[in-house]
């Protein structure tokens, strides 16, 4: 472990790290009133699993829109509902979590340099425009995480050296890739991340 003084860059994981999911279940439970809400979550779950493998296909327009109608006949096969693929994805509200926005600024104003890398389709580069700074999903660089790739997206699209890189995450792909792209790996939360490299 090093500290902050001796990185140009950070690179942090998404879901998990910055931000999560609020009240799946609840929001598409309210959409679909007729199914018992233990359902819906079994239905939802089955989603997920479909979605976490095959993020990296929603690489354009296109296929991204193929990846959300496949998500979308996941759950409605498995609940026996009809929500359009407009319908389900709308149904998925994101929020940051506690002390990410204001870790991500703090590190900004120490003059690092910021890039989210994540295993996402393309649809991630706008739901966090707001950060302003670079979005390198695994749909972009070609393969998930633990493959170096999105690491390597990020890396030149920053201008920055591997091994002044600090990535922090929460999964082991995030600490493999980290280290099959020779950055520097903390776990989540960011906070507590960031306070271990002060």
Known sequence: ???????????????????????????????????????????????????????????????????????????????????????????LEYEFLPGALETVAALSA?????????????????????LGIPVCTSAEAGAPKPDPAPFQLALERLGVRPERTLHIGDSRADADGAAAANLHFAWAPVAEAVAQWT
């Not at 996402?120 to 966090?128: A, K």
Request: with cysteine.
């Open 1 to 91: 472990m090093g500290r902050l003084s001796e990185l140009d860059a950070v690179t942090l994981d998404a879901y998990g790290t910055l931000l999560e999911l609020r009240g799946p279940v609840g929001s598409l439970a309210r959409l679909l009133p007729e199914h018992d809400p233990a359902e819906v979550e079994r239905a939802f779950r089955a989603e997920v699993e479909y979605y976490v493998p095959r993020s990296h296909h929603g690489r354009d327009g296109a296929s991204l829109a193929r990846l959300q109608r496949e998500c979308a006949d996941v759950f409605n096969d498995a609940l026996g509902s009809s929500l359009s693929p407009e319908e389900y994805v709308a149904a």
């Open 110 to 130: 120490r003059g690092l340099s910021l890039a989210i890398v994540a295993n996402w389709d393309i649809g991630l580069v706008d739901r966090l425009a707001p």
